[in-house]
């Protein structure tokens, strides 16, 4: 048996199990551990699992996995690392660190992260439908009201179509609040069910608002709280992203495996 020290962070209700492995004694290759912490009956429960890590080149390195296994960049889980790397002491409110698809800066402010997510130059319109891919991608579909839907079942038809069933694809349902305001419900790819936010579907979901108006900064009504997403506009490309909200702490244990 071996003994796991982690932490357990959410950033608006999308959680994690958090792992200080600068001494690189977890396992990465276990990916079967990593779905046992993620079991929420039988391990810690989360929607993800988050190691930070050196790196020659940055503040930390990053490593998201989701609970079947799989990788991609993570919004809140990059948000959350933020805030744990502060926790650390790896860094002081601001920071530039690895992800898998690249350097990330990052400032906290307050429970705050503002996170900068690389620009986006490209996206599809498939119908009245969006797929944007903002480090992970996602599947935009705008309903009536996010409350009559059935986000799983919904979600899981388009994740599992034919277009998508090989690498999967994140799937966000979308209701018009106000001008710049949208309520969110999300079908996570690697999670294969509802979380109670995603960071890069809520970073995309305001990205297709901003292709239909003129906006700067999109505000975000996901189930576990709020987003924001900040951003410029230029010829139908996106730059100066930012997404930001809480990341905060919840409690630390140890786990026998
Ligand atoms: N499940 C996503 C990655 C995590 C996205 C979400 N938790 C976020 O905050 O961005 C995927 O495999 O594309």
Do not use: W
Not at 43 to 51: E, P, T
Not at 103 to 121: N, P, Q, S, W, Y
Not at 210 to 226: C, D, F, H, R, Y
Not at 230 to 255: M, T
Request: with cysteine; proline share 2%; hydrophobic share 35%.
């Amino acid at each position: 048996m071996a003994t796991i020290s982690f932490y357990k962070y959410q950033g608006t209700g999308n959680d994690f199990v958090m792992i200080d492995n600068r001494d690189q004694r977890f396992d990465k290759s276990n990916l079967s551990l990593i779905s046992h912490l993620c079991d929420r009956r039988f391990g810690i429960g989360a929607d993800g699992v988050i190691l930070i890590e050196e790196s020659a080149s940055s503040d930390f390195e990053m490593i998201y996995f989701n609970p079947d296994g799989s990788q991609s960049l993570c919004g809140n889980g990059s948000r959350c690392a933020v805030m744990f790397a502060c926790f650390l002491q790896i860094i002081e409110d601001e920071t530039a660190f690895m992800a898998i698809d690249g350097e990330h800066t990052a400032r906290i402010d307050g429970d705050l992260v503002h996170l900068k997510m690389h620009d986006v130059e490209s996206y599809e319109e498939i119908g009245e439908d969006y797929l944007i891919d903002t480090g992970s991608p996602h599947y935009i579909k705008y309903v009536e009201s996010i409350d009559t839907i059935d986000p799983i079942a919904e979600g899981r038809s388009i994740r599992y179509s034919e277009r998508f069933s090989e690498k999967g694809v994140n799937v966000n349902f979308l209701e018009k609040v106000n001008t710049n305001t949208l309520n969110i419900r999300t079908y996570e790819r690697g999670v294969e069910g509802e979380t109670l936010s995603c960071g890069t579907g809520c970073t995309a979901a305001a990205l297709s608002l901003g292709l239909q108006q003129e906006l700067a900064s999109v505000n975000l009504q996901a189930q576990g709280g709020l987003l924001r997403v900040d951003f410029k506009k230029e010829n139908g490309r996106f730059s100066n992203i930012y997404l930001i909200g809480p990341a905060k702490a919840v409690f630390q244990g140890q786990i026998e495996v």
